[in-house]
């Protein structure tokens, strides 16, 4: 009796833990009009906007998330340079037209990332594999570089003028 209790329990549990499995990506998003309200916000907070492509398939966009939430540095570099955006890509949206526009990154992979500038025009595409450890997930160094070269005071004209 108390293994099919314990297993009737484990059952429940684990749906209501599938159920309540995280999300990152939309599929039935308007990519478009998210992106043009990104870059609106990014505009009002002085940032940029940083579009990571991928899916909810995709494994290391979910450890690129993770890493870089759960660490307090770059969590910190995220937010104070950059409006973060999930751009869809699965066999429900592929978000074709959106991919064409920036230049088609997906040729580099999942997750990739695409800067935007204040105006909303491409300035970088990042191959996600040069941030990995050559383990199972990023490299803290090699993010923060990126974070940190991509972001709006590094591309500030003024840090550059000679007094």
């Known amino acids: 009796m108390k293994r099919i209790v314990v ?14 499995e995280k999300k990152l990506y939309n599929p039935s998003a308007d990519a478009e009009k998210d992106i043009s309200a990104a870059i609106k916000k990014a505009q009002q907070g002085h940032k940029f ?8 398939w995709c494994s290391w966009c979910f450890e690129f998330e993770r890493f870089t939430r759960a660490d307090l540095q770059l969590d910190s570099a995220m937010n ?3 409006i ?10 592929q978000n074709k ?16 990332f695409i800067v935007l500038n204040e105006k909303g025009e491409r300035i970088h595409t990042q191959n996600s594999s040069y941030l990995e450890d050559g383990k199972k997930s990023y490299d803290k160094n090699k993010v923060l ?10 591309l500030d004209a003024k840090n550059y003028e000679t007094p």
Do not use: C, D
């Open 84 to 93: 973060w955006y999930h751009l869809n890509m699965s066999k429900e949206n």
């Open 145 to 154: 570089e990126f974070l940190t070269a991509w972001s709006p005071l590094a």
């Open 49 to 56: 906007v940083l579009i990571q492509a991928g899916g909810n």
């Open 97 to 112: 037209k959106v991919f064409a526009r920036y230049g088609f990154p997906q040729r580099f992979g999942y997750p990739v």
């Open 80 to 82: 104070a340079g950059f």
């Open 7 to 20: 297993v009737a329990a484990l059952a429940v549990f684990g749906n209501v833990l599938f159920a309540q």
